[in-house]
């Protein structure tokens, strides 16, 4: 009989040693359970999938919101360093698992006030109001929120939406969407 691997011994070399490679090994953990199960996970789950110990997470971060929120946090502030030059369309791929994908879990579960400052979305922002004209219909942040809704909905129902329409994924179909979000936001075409 197979032997569950929430149960099974972990070798004390295989364990995750000091501050620094626990709380990274909790926050990989919360953010690869949110991805797949939405907000609903245990602490003793997290602890589990990060092969330490559950008391360890009370320690460090006190409660599954605040692993959550630093997990979180640590994503959005790697973002923003590539905010600034990049689409939404591509950060909404950027990290393991997808940011889309945890930003969708997030906010299903009604819980997007983990989701912390959007730090992201204001640099967005900033970049379409630097790129550009004023004349158009939409605001800056107008045209950030619509291609950020585009970006996030490709990239966590996309490839559903080509399989029901029956076609295969293309490279084709990704580029002219992301082409599409580009243009909104002002980005020159490559």
């Known amino acids: 009989m197979a032997t569950d691997v ?63 929120s630093a997990a979180l946090a640590e994503r959005n502030a790697a973002l923003e360093e590539l905010a600034d030059d990049a689409s939404p369309f591509d950060l909404s791929l950027q990290g393991e698992p997808p940011t889309a994908v945890l930003v969708a879990r997030l906010i299903l579960d009604n819980a997007t006030e983990l989701i912390g400052d959007h730090l992201t979305t204001e640099a967005v922002v900033a970049g379409a109001a630097r790129r550009v004209d004023d004349g158009g219909p939409l605001s800056a942040g107008e045209r950030a929120a619509v291609a950020t809704a585009i ?10 939406a080509l399989q029901a329409a029956g076609v295969p994924h293309s490279i084709e179909a990704t580029s002219a969407l992301q082409a599409i979000v580009d243009d909104l936001l002002g980005y020159d075409a490559p």
């Not at 995750?16 to 919360?30: D, M, S, Y």
């Open 6 to 68: 929430s149960q099974r011994a972990v070798a004390p070399t295989d364990r995750p040693q000091g501050r620094a490679a626990v709380t990274a090994a909790l926050k990989q953990a919360a953010l690869e359970l949110l991805a797949e199960q939405g907000i609903s996970f245990s602490t003793r789950e997290v602890a589990a999938r990060a092969n330490v110990n559950h008391g360890l997470i009370h320690r460090h971060f006190g409660s599954k919101r605040e692993l959550l």
């Open 151 to 160: 970006s996030l909905g490709w990239a966590v129902f996309g490839p559903y």
